[in-house]
Nanobody
Framework: QVQLVESGGGLMQAGGSLRLSCAAS????????MGWYRQAPGKQRELVAR???????NYENSVKGRFTISRDNAKNTVYLQMNSLKPEDTAVYYC???????????????????WGQGTQVTVSS
């Protein structure tokens, strides 16, 4: 029903850049928000950046000015350009999508979270 395929993680030195991509395969509903969350060892999962279908964005404070989220609605794909990486950015990054809540072919879809499998980003000092 919903498949999220992430790519672009890896190992990078501090100050470097990485670009994450997440392609959503969805046949049941229209996607509203797309975003990226991350979870470091021993910490809770946190929002990194999110973008609505209309293009409104919000970012976690520590990544403002360094990360940029964008999306291609025609491809149901969201990107996260990460520049000036820091060791504290090390985490598993998860793609997230939420439906535009409503009825589709007679079935109601609330704005629940759908998650990708996660991609590791490691930043060395």
């Amino acid at each position: 029903q919903v498949q999220l395929v992430e790519s672009g993680g890896g190992l990078m030195q501090a100050g470097g850049s990485l670009r994450l991509s997440c392609a959503a395969s969805v046949s049941s509903f229209t996607i509203n928000t797309m975003g990226w969350y991350r979870q470091a060892p021993g910490k809770q999962r946190e929002l990194v950046a999110r973008i609505t279908r209309a293009g409104s964005t919000n970012y976690e404070n520590s990544v403002k000015g360094r990360f940029t989220i964008s999306r291609d609605n025609a491809k149901n794909t969201v990107y996260l350009q990460m520049n000036s990486l820091k060791p504290e950015d090390t985490a598993v990054y998860y793609c997230n999508v939420r439906p535009l809540a409503g009825y589709y072919r007679g079935k109601y879809y609330p704005d629940n979270d759908y998650w990708g499998q996660g991609t590791q980003v490691t930043v060395s000092s």
